[in-house]
């Protein structure tokens, strides 16, 4: 039996927050193929702990989501658009666990993004307005410890080619590598946020 639960479209919960405009909706499943108990969400979540103990398998209907391996939104990061992923992997997740979620904006305009060789947007910078799949062979650094983002949403990858740990950047400025939830500050490639629906 496949058990659903629906948040309201109203923001009965405190704990959630009912997006604006476009509706989204992501189902996730605790077993793999989308088998086993399912959990529909359209809407941001801190902590999603409660409504399912693990995670094997994702269909995003709609939208844009950010995924969190942790509640209030830390631990590895994983970018979901829509389409259909049957195992964790097909995500590039590194456990079963997802426990909290974000939506990702829509953007419509340019991108672009400083990045800086050392922490408080010092040293060695370059910027960046396309996808980069190999940051090191561009700027000749790995190690980017800061960084401001002027326009977009992008999404820092770990390695080469976005393969990796993934980072998401908001507009804003990063004065050092742990301000996006990085634990060293390693990046090989970076990717624009594009919206699919």
Not at 44 to 64: A, Q
Not at 84 to 92: G, S
Request: some cysteine; hydrophobic content about 25%; overall charge positive.
């Amino acid at each position: 039996m496949n058990l659903r639960w629906r948040i309201s479209p109203w923001c009965v919960s405190s704990m959630c927050c009912m997006s604006r405009g476009t509706p989204f909706l992501i189902i996730f499943y605790e077993d793999r193929n989308f088998q086993g108990r399912s959990y529909e969400c359209n809407s941001e979540c801190p902590d999603l702990s409660s409504y399912f103990r693990r995670c094997n398998s994702i269909r995003v209907e709609s939208g844009n989501w950010i995924l969190y391996e942790h509640p209030n939104y830390r631990g590895h990061q994983y970018f979901l658009h829509r389409g259909e992923y049957p195992d964790f992997q097909q995500w590039m997740g590194y456990n079963d666990s997802i426990r909290s979620c974000r939506i990702s904006p829509q953007h419509q305009g340019s991108f672009r993004i400083t990045l800086y060789e050392k922490e408080d947007f010092r040293g060695q910078m370059m910027e960046f307005s396309e996808d980069c799949p190999h940051v090191y062979e561009r700027f000749r650094y790995n190690d980017i410890h800061s960084c401001q983002v002027h326009d977009g949403y992008w999404m820092f990858y770990e390695e080469p080619n976005f393969r990796g740990r993934q980072y998401y950047l908001r507009p804003g400025q990063y004065r050092r590598f742990t301000e996006w939830g990085a634990s060293n500050p390693r990046i090989g490639s970076l990717r624009r946020v594009h919206h699919f629906y």
